[in-house]
């Protein structure tokens, strides 16, 4: 069942009496079945968005469907949504099995049937062994499991989870969002995943919405999104290191960059802004390319090498930093100090208008 949203508006009047569009003007359909990634940085209005879907907020504008099924004016109990937050909210005095089993206590669900549903649930989040535990007997991953267990156990129409890996430490947040994929995986239920964590989301995901000052940016999968961003927001906020961005123009079908050609496009001439990801940069063995720079840092890690060039030079067109970051294979053994000609993949240069918005 897939989840619609039509014009859907949330305006919140802080005390100072200020308008905030926490979320605006959303027109987007989760599809059926599939586990989606909403993604921005803080305060882009996720949460906001998940909790419209919820019900425990109420839009200002616009509709919300479950399939055909209208839900804009219903209560959440009647929803149909399983919801799960970041800090577990379980009952600590309650055991895993009093944890999943409350929910279908309040829906009067019969003992046995209720036994049954509970049992499956903890083996669905693999607690099945753990079930006369406390809470604060387990991890914080098998904690969350366990919100998850309880969110499922009311067989909901949609799953919502915001920020659910926030709480846990590196390695938790790694295995728990596997086990997140699979449950998914294994359930089949719709699914919207908030996170402000880009490698999360692209990780976890089989489409990514980019979301920011409650607009939504692009929607798409993990790696077309990362290959073809709509925006320089997307392009940025997408990757790690972060795309180099460089002011550049375009003369007679050149791509111009501090006057050094880097690629040819059939776009007419104007100024626009080039956005080439740190791994769309190639080492040019045949040392012709114009696009040269000192290397300043190296740092390599296995495969891979990581260049970095300082550019202070009051002239430079690099936007945002001071340094660009190129990953090379490292079997080019380059040391700090060396010039070394760059080639730009094609496919990997990116261009994009004055305003933002890719050409
Ligand atoms: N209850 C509220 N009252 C006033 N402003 C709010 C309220 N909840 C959220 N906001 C504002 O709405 C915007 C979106 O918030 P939120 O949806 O929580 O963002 P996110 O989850 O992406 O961090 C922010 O500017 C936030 O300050
Ligand atoms: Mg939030």
New binding site residues.
Partial sequence: MDIKMVNLT?I???KNRKE????SHVDLTIPSGKLIGLL????????????LIAGL?KQNEGQIFFGDDEVSEMPPEKRGIGLVFQNYALYPHFTVRENILFPLQNLHVPKEEAKTRTYDMAKLVGLEEMLDRKPKELSGGQQQRVAIARALVKKPRVLLL??PLSNLDARLRLQTREEIKRIQRETGITTVF?T?DQEEAMSISDEIVV?KD?VIQQMGQPQDVYDHPDNLFVAKFLGSPQINVFDSTIEAGKVLIDGMAIGATELPDQKVIIGIRPEGLQVDKTKTSPFKFEIDLVETIGRDTTLIIEVTSEESTLLDKKTFKAIVDAENRIKPKDVIHFVVKPEKMHIFGLDGNRL
Avoid: I, R
């Fill in positions: 949330k919140f009047t802080s905030v569009q926490a979320v921005g940085p803080s305060g882009c209005g996720k949460s906001t968005t998940l909790y907020l915001d920020e908030v402000h979301m409650g």
